[in-house]
C-alpha cells in the first residue's frame, strides 16, 4: 500500500495506524494489537497535526535563539551545576510518550555518564506500582500474558480500570469475547464507570481497600479447594506466610465486608466465579497502580493467580495495561530512576559493572536516583538546582501541582523540551522545540510487550528537533559525543537491543538482543514483534512452567497487609476526592484538547457527587462548588451522578489552568506515594466541599487564549475561528464601566473601543470587538434575572464574520432570544449524535438496544467508543419506565 504505517500516540493499546497518501488516518488492519481499530482519540488523531501553537525555535529568557546557543547555554549551565555542586545536582524528568530511542538516550547519558540516577519519567504516576510488583514476585518487570488472552478469557475481571474509557479497542475485544464465547466481565472499582455497562457483576468497593477484597480472594482459594498446589510446590515461595497474613486480615467474608464495605452476597459471587474458573483474566490499572499501597494491590491480585497456576496460559493470568503509549519502551530502556538498565538494576554489583562496560561510560550510576515525587521535592529545597523536563507537564499533572510549579520558579535553570506551549514550558529558562507525532522516527512497545514502529511521515514544523537528538548533542557538548555519535534512530535501537542481549543468557526477562542486527532497512520495514525475541527464547506468554528471573527461578507470594490511605477523613474533610480520565482526553490536553469534537463529549471539567450528596448542599448540575484539600482549591460545576458513591467525588484530571480556571486537579491531591513504588496517591485525597451561588453567567467568544486568574469560573474550548468559554461568575456582577474594562482585557483590545449594548436594569451586557467590519469577538453576561445568555451554536457563525447591519441585528436580537435549549452534549463524536437525540429514540420505541440505535441514529457504528454510554442510556430508560405510574393500575385496582 502507498502512505506510512506507524502507531497511535496515545494510550498503552499501541493501535497500529496507516496514513494514506492522501494523509487520511484509519486503523491498521494488519497491526495485532488493533485488527484495524480505532477509538475516537486514535481516529481525530488528524485534527491535532496542525502547525497552529507549536513551539517552533528554541527559546532562551523568553527569546529566539538558534539551537547553537540553546544547547550550548544548556550545556553550560548542567556542567556549572555538576561541577559545583555533584552530579546529583541535576535532574531528567522525562515521559512515557517518548520513543524508546529517546528513553535510551536520556537514561544513557545521566545514568552512565552525568553519573546520577536523578531521572525519572511521568511514567512513576502511570505503573510504577506494577514495575516494584512484578519484580517483587516474578524477579523481573513483565506482563506474562498477551491480547490474545483477552479473547480467550472466560471470566475478565477488570480492577481499578476502566477500560472502556481508557484503553477502547482492547475493552472491544472484550465485548467480542463476551458475544462469542460468553466472557462473564467483573468490575471491580469504588465508581460505577462506563466499563460496568458490560459488567455481569460490579463491586463498588470503598476507596484503597482492593488489597482486602484480593486477601480474601486468597483465603477463599485455599479453603475451597481451589489452589494448584503442585504448581505452587514447583514454582514458587513464601505461598504459606502470604496465606497466614491474608488470614489473619481476611479470613472471612465478614472481614472482607468490613474492609470493603461491600454486601457479603457480592465478595462470594465473585470469589465463586473466580474460583471456578480456570481461565480467569485479571486486568488492571490506575485505580490499583496511583495508591500509597499500589505495590502490595498489585501483589496481592498475583498472589491470586499464582495461588491457583492461573499465569502464562490462554485467557488467564495478571494483566497490567499502561495508559501511555510508551511506558513500557521506558520500563524496558531503565528511564525510571530506580532502574539502571536494560531491566537491570542497582542491586547487583555485577549488572552494574555490565553496563558500565557495554556503554563505555565513565560514571555510571551506582545507587537509584530521586522519584518523581521526591524529585520534585528536591527542586522545591535546592537539593537540585538543574532539570530538564521533557514531554510532560508536571506542573500540570504531579500531585501537589502549586508545589512544583513554585518548585520551578525557584530552580536557577529549567529546560523544557516540547511540542506545545504548557504549564510548565512557562516556567523554562531554555524552550527547546520538540518534533511530536508523525514528524520523528522511532519504537514504542504496548502493553503486551510488542515493539511496534512510529514513522515520521510529515516534516516537523519551524526548528523542531527529535528529543534524542537533543539529547546527543546535549551528550556532545559535555565532552562524551563519541559514545553519542548516532545519525539516526536506528544506530540507537540496535545499541539498545544489543544491551538487551548482552552477557544475557537467558538471566534476564527482557532480551530484544536478536534484533541487534537490525539493517537500516530492516528497521525500517520492523513488523510488530513481541518481546523475547532472542532466538531460543520467543515465547508469546511467560511463566506458565516457572522459570521465572528470581535467584531461584521460582516466584515469590508476598505477605500484603492491607495499610491505611494516606489521608484520613474526618469533620474538616468528609469526603474523598477520586481523579482519573475521560473518554476523548488525553493526559493534559495539549493535544487532544484542541480538537473541538474530543471536546464535544465533555466540554467542561466537571465536580461528581451522589445525587444524595447533592441533595444535602442543595445543589443541581451546574451549579458552583468549591472543593478544598489540605493541598489546594478549586471551583468546579457540580454533576449529580449515581456513578459515584455518597461521601465520594470524582474529578477529571486533565484540565490545566490553560483551559479552565478549575484546573490544573493535581494542585488539589497529595504528594503520600507507595513507600516501595514511589507512586503517589491520586485518587483519595480527604475532601471538603461549600456550593456557590450562580449570580451571573456569560458566554466569551474570540481568539484562543487561556484567560488567566479571575475572580470568576471559567472553561474555554475550541470552535472554529477561535475560542467559546462559559463564564460563572459567585459575586454579584461588577458596575457596567467595570463590566467594560473586563471586556476589553478578555478580548484582547484594552484601549480599543467595543460595541456595546447594555442593558443594566435588567442587568444584560453585551460587547463586540469589531474590526475591519468583522466580529472578531464578543463577551455577553446576564444576571440571573436576565437569564439566559443565548447558546454559544447560535453566535459561533458570527465569529470572523463580516458584522453588518443584518449580523448587528442578530447579536441585539439575541438580549431577548427566549430560554433557548441548551447544547445536548455529544455522546458520539464521531457522527456528532447527541444525547438528545439518543434519548429520543429510545423514548419513542425506535430503538431498543445499542445496534437498533446504531441503526436509527448512527451512534456507536464508528468507532464504537460510545458503546457503553448507549447501554447506560438504555439502562437509564428502563429505570424511568419502571417508575413511572402505569395508567391502567387504577383500572385494574377498580375490577
Ligand atoms: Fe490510540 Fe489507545 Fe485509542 Fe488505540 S485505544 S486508538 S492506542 S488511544
Known amino acids: 500500500m502507498s502512505g506510512t504505517r506507524t502507531t497511535c500516540p496515545y494510550c498503552g493499546v499501541g493501535c497500529g495506524i496507516r496514513i494514506g497518501s492522501d494523509g487520511a488516518i484509519a486503523g491498521d488492519p494488519d497491526h495485532p494489537a488493533n485488527r484495524g481499530r480505532l477509538c475516537v482519540k486514535g481516529a481525530a488523531l488528524g485534527e491535532t497535526l496542525g502547525d497552529d501553537n507549536r513551539l517552533l525555535h528554541p527559546m532562551m529568557g523568553g527569546a529566539r535563539a538558534s539551537w547553537d546557543a540553546a544547547l550550548d547555554a544548556a550545556a553550560a549551565g548542567l556542567a556549572e551545576t555538576i561541577a559545583a555542586h555533584g552530579p546529583d545536582a541535576v535532574a531528567f524528568y522525562v515521559s512515557g510518550q517518548f520513543l524508546t530511542e529517546d528513553y535510551y538516550i536520556a537514561n544513557k547519558l545521566m545514568k552512565g555518564f552525568i553519573g546520577s540516577a536523578n531521572i525519572d519519567t511521568n511514567s512513576r504516576l502511570c505503573m510504577a506500582s506494577t514495575v516494584a510488583g512484578h519484580v517483587r514476585a516474578f524477579g523481573a518487570d513483565v506482563v506474562p500474558g498477551i491480547y490474545e488472552d483477552w479473547d480467550e478469557a472466560d471470566l475478565a475481571v477488570l480492577a481499578g480500570s476502566n477500560a472502556a474509557w481508557c484503553h477502547p479497542v482492547l475493552f472491544q475485544r472484550l465485548l467480542a469475547a463476551r458475544a462469542t464465547r460468553g466472557t462473564r466481565i467483573v468490575v471491580i472499582d469504588p465508581r460505577r464507570t462506563a466499563s460496568c455497562e458490560a459488567a455481569d457483576l460490579h463491586l463498588p468497593l470503598a476507596i484503597g481497600s482492593d488489597t482486602a477484597l484480593f486477601a480474601g480472594l486468597l483465603v477463599h482459594l485455599a479453603d475451597r479447594g481451589a489452589l494448584d498446589s503442585a504448581w505452587i510446590a514447583a514454582h514458587s515461595t513464601g505461598f ?37 474458573t480456570e481461565r480467569s483474566l485479571t486486568i488492571f490499572s490506575q485505580g490499583i497502580n496511583q495508591s500509597a499501597s499500589g505495590t502490595d494491590k498489585v501483589n496481592a491480585i498475583l498472589n491470586c493467580h499464582l495461588a491457583t497456576g492461573r499465569i502464562g496460559r490462554p485467557g488467564m493470568g495478571p494483566f497490567s495495561v499502561t495508559g501511555q503509549p510508551n511506558a513500557m519502551g521506558g520500563r524496558e530502556v531503565g528511564g525510571l530512576a530506580t532502574q539502571l538498565a536494560a531491566h537491570m538494576g542497582f542491586d547487583q554489583p555485577e549488572a552494574i559493572d555490565r553496563v558500565r562496560r557495554f556503554w563505555q561510560a565513565p560514571a555510571v550510576a551506582t545507587r537509584p536516583g530521586l522519584k518523581a515525587v521526591d524529585l520534585f521535592e528536591a527542586v522545591h529545597d535546592g537539593r537540585i538546582k538543574a532539570i530538564w523536563i521533557a514531554a510532560t507537564n508536571p506542573v500540570v499533572s504531579m500531585p501537589r501541582a502549586g508545589r512544583v510549579q513554585d518548585a520551578l520558579a525557584r530552580c536557577p535553570l529549567v529546560i523544557v523540551s516540547d511540542c ?56 556532545r557538548r559535555l565532552g562524551w559525543g563519541d559514545r553519542f555519535a548516532y545519525a539516526k534512530p536506528a544506530d540507537i535501537f540496535r545499541e539498545h537491543a544489543a544491551l538487551s542481549g548482552f552477557e544475557n543468557e537467558g538471566a534476564r526477562a527482557f532480551d530484544i538482543g536478536g534484533l541487534a542486527g537490525l539493517s537500516d532497512e530492516d528497521y525500517d520495514g520492523l513488523a510488530p514483534v513481541r518481546w523475547p525475541v532472542a532466538e531460543a527464547r520467543a515465547n508469546a506468554r511467560l511463566f506458565a512452567g516457572g522459570g521465572f528471573f528470581t535467584a531461584d527461578g521460582r516466584a515469590r507470594f508476598v505477605a ?50 451522589s445525587p444524595s450528596d447533592a441533595g444535602k448542599f442543595d445543589v443541581g448540575d451546574g451549579d458552583l462548588m468549591r ?42 491531591v497529595g504528594g503520600a506515594a507507595d513507600p516501595i513504588s514511589g507512586q503517589p496517591e491520586l485518587k483519595a485525597s480527604a475532601a471538603r466541599l461549600a456550593p456557590l451561588p450562580t449570580l451571573w453567567r456569560g458566554l466569551l467568544l474570540g481568539p484562543a487564549r487561556p484567560l488567566g486568574a479571575q475572580s470568576f469560573y471559567w472553561a474555554r474550548l475550541p470552535v472554529a475561528g477561535g475560542q467559546a468559554c462559559t463564564l460563572r461568575g459567585w459575586d ?40 475591519q467590519g468583522r466580529l472578531v469577538g464578543c463577551l455577553l453576561i446576564a444576571c440571573q434575572s436576565a437569564w439566559p445568555v443565548p447558546e454559544r451554536e447560535s453566535l459561533v457563525p458570527l465569529l470572523g464574520a463580516e458584522f453588518d447591519a443584518a449580523a448587528r441585528g442578530r447579536f441585539a436580537l439575541m438580549q431577548r432570544i427566549a430560554a433557548a435549549p441548551t447544547a445536548s452534549r455529544k455522546i458520539c463524536v464521531c457522527l456528532s449524535v447527541s444525547q438528545a437525540a439518543i434519548e429520543g429514540v429510545i423514548a419513542d420505541g425506535r430503538a431498543a438496544d445499542p445496534t437498533e440505535i446504531g441503526a436509527v441514529t448512527g451512534a456507536g457504528t464508528s468507532c464504537g467508543s460510545c458503546l457503553p454510554e448507549l447501554e447506560a442510556l438504555l439502562r437509564e430508560a428502563r429505570v424511568q419506565a419502571a417508575l413511572r405510574p402505569n395508567p391502567l393500575a387504577p383500572l385494574r385496582r377498580a375490577r
Not at 465478614?254 to 457479603?264: D, G, H, I, N, S
Not at 449515581?642 to 470524582?650: H, I, M, N, W
Not at 457596567?736 to 442587568?763: F, H, K, N, S
Open 732 to 771: 454579584p456582577l461588577p458596575a457596567a464601566d467595570d463590566l467594560r474594562a473586563l471586556a476589553a482585557a478578555l478580548l484582547g483590545a484594552p484601549g480599543v473601543a467595543l460595541q456595546d449594548i447594555c442593558d443594566t436594569e435588567r442587568g444584560s451586557y453585551r460587547f463586540a470587538r469589531i474590526e
Open 420 to 475: 506545545w506551549p504548557t504549564s510548565t514550558s512557562g516556567l523554562a529558562h531554555i524552550l527547546l522545540p520538540a518534533a511530536g507525532w508523525g514528524e520523528k522516527d522511532g519504537t514504542v512497545t504496548n502493553s503486551e510487550r510488542r515493539i511496534s514502529r512510529q514513522r515520521a511521515f510529515r516534516a516537523p514544523p519551524g526548528e523542531a528537533r527529535p528529543d534524542w537528538w537533543m539529547f546527543a548533542e546535549m551528550a
Open 627 to 668: 472543593i478544598e484539600t489540605a493541598h489546594g482549591t478549586a471551583i468546579l460545576r457540580a454533576r449529580a451522578s449515581s456513578s459515584v458513591k455518597p461521601g465520594e467525588l470524582f474529578a477529571p484530571m486533565h484540565w490545566s489552568a490553560d483551559f479552565s480556571s478549575a484546573g490544573p486537579i493535581g494542585r488539589l
Open 560 to 609: 500484603t497487609p492491607p495499610r491505611p490511605l494516606a489521608e484520613g477523613t474526618g469533620r474538616a474533610r468528609p469526603l474523598r476526592l477520586n481523579t482519573g480520565r475521560i473518554r476523548d482526553q488525553w493526559h493534559t490536553m495539549t493535544r487532544s484538547g484542541s480538537v473541538p469534537r474530543l471536546m464535544a463529549h465533555q466540554e467542561e471539567p466537571f465536580l461528581e457527587l
Open 240 to 276: 504459606e506466610a502470604a496465606l497466614a497474613v491474608a488470614r489473619r486480615d481476611a479470613g472471612s467474608i465478614a472481614a472482607v465486608a468490613e474492609a470493603t464495605r461491600l454486601a457479603p452476597d457480592l465478595i462470594l459471587r465473585f470469589y465463586t466465579e473466580f474460583a471456578g
